[in-house]
């Protein structure tokens, strides 16, 4: 049986969270990054694309979160 990696709740929640601001985030690797991230680097991403930052500044800080 393979273990899917999305079983969790939490990583789980953290994707479907993610899904929110895939506009600026690689939706490929939703996945990964939910597995990796903390809700609260989730919450702070979504902070920050609410308040506008850009779409590069996001990949950047997404890819040294994780």
């Known amino acids: 049986m393979t273990s899917n990696p999305l079983s969790n709740n939490a ?3 953290r994707a479907e969270e ?3 601001i895939a506009a ?13 991230l903390t809700d609260q680097d989730v919450e702070t991403l979504r902070h920050f694309v609410s308040e ?3 779409e590069n500044t996001l990949r950047a800080l997404t890819s040294d979160l994780a």
Do not use: F, S
């Open 11 to 13: 990583t789980l929640g």
């Open 24 to 36: 600026v985030l690689p939706i490929d690797r939703r996945d990964k990054l939910a597995e990796l």
């Open 52 to 54: 506008g930052m850009g």
């Open 18 to 20: 993610l899904n929110t």
